[in-house]
């Protein structure tokens, strides 16, 4: 059985091969960033984990340093969006530093997106079952729709993961997820599903 503790030494491991096999291609994405743009190499903003637990989340920074009025969603073609951060977050190479996050155990490499505390109440009825597990580095919401689902949507896919964890499901994510970077969002989801 797929328990939490398989899960957790699954996320070691995956994590810590890949941040080993990536490092070249972090060390290049921290170079591009610099020169593309001021500002920190990181984005590191404060999510909700299990259990409603503050942790520091880590991504590339793909935006200027100019603070968002709100938690607005942001689409390609933002304004604020760098040169380097529309291919980061086309290739999905900006939630690299999340491995780390896994790695530490704040996160896992499967479960609901990490959430703003500000925004948990957006995802209806279903907004406790998110925290029943720790948040993934990609998720079924994901590979769903992602930023096309409303929080509605995305709130009955993280319960709908959390009811049906398994080891198969998570492999079928990650199938899924390696698809879409490959072919990209809006190629797969921008339209009606």
Known sequence: M?????????????????????????????????????????????RLGKDQKLFKF????????KERS??????????????VGAFLRRTKIDELPQLLNVFIGDMSIIGPRPCLP?????????????????????????????IYLTFEEKGYWDKYYVDNLSFILDVKIILKTIRIVLIGEKKLFNKAN
């Not at 994590?15 to 020169?35: D, N, R, T, W, Y």
């Not at 709100?70 to 969006?81: A, L």
């Not at 998110?130 to 998720?139: H, T």
């Open 118 to 146: 500000k925004m948990k109440e957006r995802f209806g009825k279903h907004w406790e079952e998110r925290f029943k597990v720790k948040p993934g580095l990609s998720s079924l919401a994901a590979v769903k729709g992602s």
């Open 58 to 65: 880590y991504k590339f920074r793909t935006m200027t340093d």
């Open 2 to 46: 797929y328990n939490l503790f398989f899960k957790r030494v699954f996320d070691i491991l995956l994590s810590l091969v890949a941040l080993l096999f990536l490092f070249p291609v972090l060390l290049l994405v921290v170079f591009c960033i610099k020169i593309d743009s001021k500002g920190s190499v990181f984005y590191i903003k404060k």
């Open 70 to 83: 709100q938690y607005k969603q942001v689409f390609e073609g933002d304004s604020e969006i760098t040169r």
